[in-house]
């Protein structure tokens, strides 16, 4: 039968930064589950929308022209196209929805770049 | 600038039952918040996997081996062409995740139909 997901459950399967962990599917998005830290990277997705959704924890996403401020219960959809950088000055605990085979780093690929995601 | 949605917020805007409203776009996904009372109709989608993110309360998921129970902090994915019933005992306020287009009836077409969405 098909079984629910309880997300404080999937967290306490890892506890690393900026290491998205997939934990659903809906068509072509996925749904993934990530803890950030301290700040990461500027970047953006060329043909992906990304949806933040804070759990846990407060988050900044720097846009451009500011950024925006993000609670337990808030998210925020950052359009493909459009630079961002999140950070996280204490730990926050992030849902994600995004296409499938969105890069954490988008346009960027280094030692942050999380290329096979596992499924928890 | 990019604005974010508080879920609390937008839940205050409405106050009927099985009338989903679009708070959000992820490519060709609608993000959509909706209160739940009652049992809802036996319905498939075709083609729509649809997710369901408890934010307040309990919903029940009938299938047709089994039920699933989901309170706060939980979701389900329901895969397009499996047969659900959503039932809430109390009134249940739910995050949706699904593709544009997607019909609450999904291809059950009465007078719980809502045909046309808006955005809030």
């Given amino acids: ?3 629910k997901v309880t997300l404080r459950d999937k967290f ?3 506890h690393d930064h900026w290491h998205p962990r997939i934990v659903g599917q809906v ?4 749904v993934k589950l990530t803890r950030l830290k301290g700040e990461f990277l500027w970047h953006t997705h060329d043909e992906e929308d990304e949806m933040f959704l804070v759990v846990e924890g407060q988050l900044i996403i720097r846009l451009r022209d500011g950024e925006v401020a993000l609670g ?3 998210f925020i959809v950052i359009p493909h196209g459009v630079e961002h950088q999140p950070v996280a000055m204490e730990e926050v605990l992030v849902m994600l929805f995004e296409p499938v085979g ?3 780093t988008g346009n960027v690929e280094n030692e942050r770049t999380v290329a096979q995601l596992d499924w928890i």
């Fill in 1 to 3: 039968m098909i079984q």
């Fill in 12 to 14: 306490e399967l890892f």
């Fill in 27 to 30: 068509n072509d998005m996925h």
């Fill in 72 to 74: 337990p219960g808030e």
């Fill in 102 to 104: 969105t890069l954490n």
